[in-house]
């Protein structure tokens, strides 16, 4: 299997990874093949339809192997790089999961129209303790053939439970106990108010500070400017675990 080089907070495990590199050995399909007329890691994607637009009335697939998510803690996502030119409200792409043992296949994300290269991330987290595979699954119909799709650095992988490196005399409590949030915070405020809102890197180091308005209830929040990785948002003196993931 290759390994795609991912920095998440350098904490991430890769659990399966493929860049078609060096081929797609590890993957079940009726007629996918590799390319390099268009990827994201050089020389090849893997696509649909290598030779020219796809068929009419056509189903294809590829297929992963299981991959085990194999504990109760800390996060796990399935991420890839694609680009696809489907002709809109007619021809689909499904990205699908399915638990070993089940013959049920869950959508997770459906392609249709045209886009150039872009992340996908999806959070596994509520699949964890299981063993799961996923398939792209393409539906054409009778009329209209556009380009396809093309799949590029897919990757499942961990990122384990939350540890800060903050050193603070009385730290206060993590205010989301039990989880953290991804890409922006809920905030609940019992009054309207303006706080300060203080965000460290998992190595401790200061990176944000800056006062926002809460309304009473629940709010929002989102930091701009964040890499990839593991934070510790302090909002006045609450604190909270936050995970910040491109592409989700």
Known sequence: EEKIPVIIGDTSIILFSANFDTGYASFSTNHWDTTSSTFISPPYSITDSKTGPYSNND????????????DTEGLYFVSFY???????DYDFVYFQIQEDGSSTWNTLETFNDSTEWHRVNINLTSYRGKRVRFRFYMITDYYVEYDGIYIDNFMVYKIPRFTSSIKEKRLQPIHNKGGSFINSL?????????????????????????RTGLHKGINTLKVKGLREGKYTVFVDKKRYNLIVIEGK
């Open 59 to 70: 189903t294809s697939y590829l297929l992963t192997p299981y991959v085990y998510l194999p």
């Open 82 to 88: 694609t680009k696809y030119s489907l002709e809109p």
């Open 186 to 210: 809920k905030i609940a405020s019992p009054h309207t108010t303006q706080a300060l809102i203080r965000v460290y890197n998992n190595a401790g180091q200061l990176v944000k500070s800056f």
